[in-house]
């Protein structure tokens, strides 16, 4: 790839042109009488940006389409081969990573890269040695490289660049320090928005423009597609849907306040739950090991719930219908096409998707909630890195 025609002086084709981009990564292969007409642009006008995006290395000539009768048009689409995007996302223990290509494909992906995250700049800077030689390992160059993307948990403003959960805090934005250490453009972004772009781009939706995408994983978050764009809200924290002031309880969230979903609809809560059973006297395969005083994690209630544990599936059950409940009154406000669930809690589905329905057909409009498919995530734990891939992509083309 030559250089940015983002750079370029010429404000209305390099609209014009992110508009031809952003066509191919959403619809496909195009010819030029189709971009054309979707970009309200005269034939000679597209026939010279298409012909800049051949030079800069953004499109490649497909050759000609195929026709029933008439002159071949010729098509065109994304070039494969113009760079590399790298998507990572970090939690506390590990970092999962995707590549893709330009055009989209994923190429390798790694997860469960060990790692330890902390809140220091020794930490930053091993994240940036792991994954430069993630790629040296793959035999990627780095200047083939055209952006990475890093979600992070927490309030994440990928506007300003700042991560307020990690790192730098609010000394510095992170996004520019990191693109220092990597050479590279950087965007950051919050790992449930990320997973939403992912999912939008790569998994469950089709041809829906009102999507949210529910991550419940130890916490809860939210992502939002709306009229096709992704949202961020007026400063960018958009989605904090775990700290929903829902439940009635007296249980202390992470954020300090009480009363908030995540308590009661999480994998944090099916642990609490799950503990809570335990020390009531309830039996479970878990038993013996909490009597001997052993650590219980929620990976443990997992397994037994794959187990068919009775107490873990009733733990579970519990919290698929609390949240049933906070997306029948999600379903009620944005009206949307498709609800997706996603995290770590997703490997529960089969437990998970009865009292969550049930509890929006309880809780929800008819005439509202009718029109809504709930699915889980085709992507599962890929999501965010893929997201992330996704989502370095359109912030880099500027069709964010």
């Known amino acids: 790839m030559k250089g940015s025609f983002l750079n370029s002086p010429d404000g209305k084709n390099t609209i014009i042109k992110q508009k031809i981009l952003g066509l191919c990564i959403n619809e496909g292969d195009y010819s030029i009488a189709e971009l054309s007409k979707?970009?309200?642009?005269?034939?000679?006008?597209?026939?010279?940006?298409?012909?800049?995006?051949?030079?800069?290395?953004?499109?490649?000539?497909?050759?000609?389409?195929?026709?029933?009768?008439?002159?071949?048009?010729?098509?065109?689409?994304?070039?494969?081969?113009?760079?590399?995007?790298?998507?990572?996302?970090?939690?506390?223990?590990?970092?999962?990573?995707?590549?893709?290509?330009?055009?989209g494909s994923i190429i390798d992906y790694q997860d469960d890269v060990p790692f330890k995250l902390e809140s220091t700049e020794q930490s930053m800077v091993e994240l940036c040695s792991l994954l430069k030689n993630y790629i040296s390992r793959l035999g990627i160059k780095e200047d083939s490289i055209l952006a990475y993307g890093i979600n992070l948990t927490g309030r994440v403003n990928n506007g300003t660049g700042y991560s307020f959960s990690y790192f730098l805090g609010e000394d510095k934005p992170l996004a520019p320090t990191l693109e220092d250490l990597l050479n590279t453009p950087v965007f950051i972004e919050n790992?449930?928005?990320?997973?939403?772009?992912?999912?939008?781009i790569c998994g469950m939706a089709n041809n829906e423009k009102n999507m949210l995408f529910i991550n419940v994983s130890w916490g809860l978050g939210m992502g939002m597609i709306l009229?096709?764009?992704?949202?961020?809200?007026?400063?960018?924290?958009?989605?904090?849907?775990?700290?929903?002031?829902?439940?009635?309880?007296?249980?202390?969230?992470?954020?300090?306040?009480?009363?908030?979903?995540?308590?009661?609809?999480?994998?944090?809560?099916?642990?609490?739950?799950?503990?809570?059973?335990?020390?009531e006297g309830k039996a479970s395969a878990l038993s013996a090991k909490f009597n001997n005083g052993e650590e219980i994690s929620l990976g443990d209630i997992l397994d037994a719930l794959a187990e068919e544990d009775v107490l873990a599936i009733e733990a579970v059950e519990e919290i698929g219908n609390t949240l049933g409940r906070a997306i029948a009154g999600l379903?009620?406000?944005?009206?949307?096409?498709?609800?997706?669930?996603?995290?770590?809690?997703?490997?529960?589905?089969?437990?998970?998707?009865?009292?969550?329905?049930?509890?929006?057909?309880?809780?929800?409009?008819?005439i509202v909630s009718k029109d809504t498919v709930?699915?889980?995530?085709?992507?599962?734990?890929?999501?965010?890195?893929?997201?992330?891939?996704?989502?370095?992509?359109?912030?880099l083309l500027g069709l964010l």
């Open 38 to 103: 979707e970009t309200n642009t005269s034939i000679p006008t597209v026939t010279k940006l298409v012909s800049e995006l051949i030079e800069d290395g953004y499109l490649e000539d497909l050759g000609k389409m195929g026709t029933s009768g008439g002159r071949r048009p010729s098509i065109y689409g994304l070039n494969p081969a113009a760079g590399y995007f790298v998507g990572a996302d970090v939690s506390k223990s590990h970092v999962s990573i995707a590549v893709s290509n330009f055009k």
């Open 191 to 200: 790992d449930s928005r990320a997973m939403t772009y992912g999912e939008y």
């Open 227 to 279: 009229d096709g764009k992704l949202y961020y809200g007026k400063s960018g924290y958009s989605g904090e849907i775990g700290h929903f002031p829902l439940l009635d309880n007296d249980i202390i969230c992470q954020c300090g306040k009480v009363g908030c979903l995540e308590t009661g609809a999480s994998g944090l809560a099916v642990h609490r739950i799950f503990l809570e059973k335990l020390r």
């Open 331 to 366: 379903i009620n406000i944005f009206n949307p096409e498709l609800v997706v669930i996603g995290g770590r809690m997703s490997t529960a589905e089969e437990y998970l998707m009865l009292p969550i329905k049930s509890a929006i057909n309880k809780h929800s409009l008819n």
């Open 374 to 395: 709930i699915k889980f995530s085709k992507l599962g734990k890929k999501a965010g890195p893929i997201g992330a891939c996704m989502l370095s992509r359109s912030h």
